[in-house]
């Protein structure tokens, strides 16, 4: 068997697993859908399982962690800005910002971070 026919989970780590489940949950709308101990939450983003999992090195990465790609960044970015995140300013060669969203020929990001300051991303394709 190959890895690369398996599925992959993406792995978040948290300080405070349930201050991250509200965030993940109530200001992202995921879907919690199995806990394990009280050290890991399994989420659903769209078809993607993801698993938060309480770690002393939560948000000790300084690059971007997880990405839901979007079908309207600006719309997006305001229902997040509503909710209280804050999105993050890169200088990044090539990418033209207006506001807080990104732009480059074909696509639009924004960053923002959670709770434990996990580096999180929204992505559109034009």
Request: proline share 2%; glycine share 8%; hydrophobic share 40%.
């Amino acid at each position: 068997m190959m890895i690369g026919k398996s599925d992959a989970t993406p792995m978040i780590a948290v300080k405070d697993l349930d201050r991250a489940r509200t965030f993940y949950a109530d200001t992202l709308g995921l879907k919690a859908v199995d806990e394990q101990g009280g050290e890991v939450v399994t989420m659903m983003s769209g078809d993607t399982k993801l698993n938060v999992y309480r770690s002393e090195f939560a948000g000790t990465n300084k690059a971007t962690a997880l990405t839901f790609d979007v079908e309207d960044i600006a719309a997006e970015v305001s229902d997040l800005k509503d909710k209280g995140v804050m999105f993050e300013h890169y200088d990044m060669d090539g990418l033209a910002r207006d506001g807080d969203i990104y732009a480059a020929e074909g696509m639009k990001t924004a960053w923002f971070k959670d709770p434990d300051g996990n580096i999180l991303s929204l992505f559109q394709t034009a």
